[in-house]
């Protein structure tokens, strides 16, 4: 691959994925899209590129992009997040939606499944508190082989042991053969749609609480700075979004702002700047 056929690639996925990949990562781009090469029948990375540049391929378009998304995950992943949901979020929402008894998730980075899926575990033990209450967890990804993994709900033993307690496994999941599939009422709880977060997704409507995590990291900051004000504007008045341990808004947009008392939540500077977060819990989150 030439210097040149790396800089298309670059440009190519910046465009359609947001990916923004330094100089250093062309190992990375030989090592994922070489197995793309040779499911088309195509000889090298020149070739692909060569391919790309003349044709609007959408099987192949839609490979280079999947081949080079990171879908790395795991139930209740960096679990500070989710303690944070069943504290603070999830008592704050049902009292702010007490008389609305409805309650909208978006996972927008939920690869296959398992951060939607934890969440709505924690919603399940909640149960008795959302009795009669419209629960909707949305989990999106750009991935359709991720989420196609993610509907079927069926997980290897390596990946049910990797941040599930056992007594969730042996609660909300059936063994089949070697795997493990989840229960159809929490599948149930979460409706999966395709979603790149460069194209608009004001269709999926208003949440209540974001999960956008690990996925901002990837991206250059005008790519930041778009989705972040755009989930801005996704966000209830009073929502909640939370970002992965190393990601911030702070810098690239001011229509969000950290929350004082808990890491890696943010709100709406319109709601900050009326005194609704952390304390009023009529205010909502």
């Given at each position: 691959m030439t210097e040149a056929d790396f800089a298309f690639l670059r440009d190519y996925l910046r465009k359609r994925s947001g990916l923004s990949l330094g100089a250093e990562k062309r190992y990375l781009v030989e090592s994922r899209l070489t197995p793309v090469c040779r499911r088309f029948n195509i000889a090298t990375l020149t070739d692909l590129v060569g391919t790309l540049r003349l044709s609007r391929e959408g099987a192949l378009e839609k490979?280079?992009?999947?081949?080079?998304?990171?879908?790395?995950?795991?139930?209740?992943?960096?679990?500070?997040?989710f303690d944070l949901f069943r504290d603070v979020l999830l008592p704050?929402?049902?009292?702010?939606?007490?008389?609305?008894?409805?309650?909208?998730?978006?996972?927008?980075?939920?690869?296959?499944?398992?951060e939607p899926y934890s969440l709505a575990m924690m919603l399940h033990e909640?149960?008795?508190q959302l009795a009669g209450w419209q629960i909707e967890i949305v989990g999106t990804d750009l991935s359709t082989e991720v989420l196609e993994k993610a509907r079927l709900g069926l997980y290897s033993h390596f990946e049910v042991q990797r941040g599930l307690p056992v007594q969730l496994l042996v609660k909300h999941f059936t063994q089949v053969g070697e795997q493990?599939?989840?229960?159809?009422?929490?599948?149930?709880?979460?409706?999966?749609?395709?979603?790149?977060?460069l194209s608009p997704f004001e269709h999926l409507g208003q949440f209540d609480i974001v999960y956008c995590r690990n996925v901002l990291i990837y991206f250059d900051a005008p790519t930041k700075t778009d989705v972040l004000e755009r989930i801005a504007k996704a966000l209830?008045?009073?929502?909640?979004?939370?970002?992965?341990?190393?990601e911030t808004v702070i810098g690239l947009t001011e229509a969000l702002v950290?929350?004082?008392?808990?890491?890696?939540?943010?709100?709406?500077?319109?709601?900050?700047?009326?005194g609704a977060m952390p304390h009023r819990l009529a205010a909502g989150f």
């Amino acid at each position: 691959m030439t210097e040149a056929d790396f800089a298309f690639l670059r440009d190519y996925l910046r465009k359609r994925s947001g990916l923004s990949l330094g100089a250093e990562k062309r190992y990375l781009v030989e090592s994922r899209l070489t197995p793309v090469c040779r499911r088309f029948n195509i000889a090298t990375l020149t070739d692909l590129v060569g391919t790309l540049r003349l044709s609007r391929e959408g099987a192949l378009e839609k490979a280079v992009v999947e081949a080079m998304t990171t879908n790395e995950t795991f139930f209740f992943r960096d679990r500070a997040p989710f303690d944070l949901f069943r504290d603070v979020l999830l008592p704050k929402a049902i009292a702010a939606r007490a008389s609305q008894r409805r309650l909208r998730i978006w996972s927008a980075a939920a690869s296959t499944g398992q951060e939607p899926y934890s969440l709505a575990m924690m919603l399940h033990e909640a149960a008795a508190q959302l009795a009669g209450w419209q629960i909707e967890i949305v989990g999106t990804d750009l991935s359709t082989e991720v989420l196609e993994k993610a509907r079927l709900g069926l997980y290897s033993h390596f990946e049910v042991q990797r941040g599930l307690p056992v007594q969730l496994l042996v609660k909300h999941f059936t063994q089949v053969g070697e795997q493990w599939r989840i229960s159809p009422a929490l599948a149930g709880m979460v409706s999966f749609r395709p979603l790149n977060l460069l194209s608009p997704f004001e269709h999926l409507g208003q949440f209540d609480i974001v999960y956008c995590r690990n996925v901002l990291i990837y991206f250059d900051a005008p790519t930041k700075t778009d989705v972040l004000e755009r989930i801005a504007k996704a966000l209830a008045p009073d929502g909640a979004l939370l970002l992965g341990a190393a990601e911030t808004v702070i810098g690239l947009t001011e229509a969000l702002v950290p929350d004082s008392q808990h890491r890696g939540l943010y709100r709406q500077a319109a709601a900050a700047g009326r005194g609704a977060m952390p304390h009023r819990l009529a205010a909502g989150f």
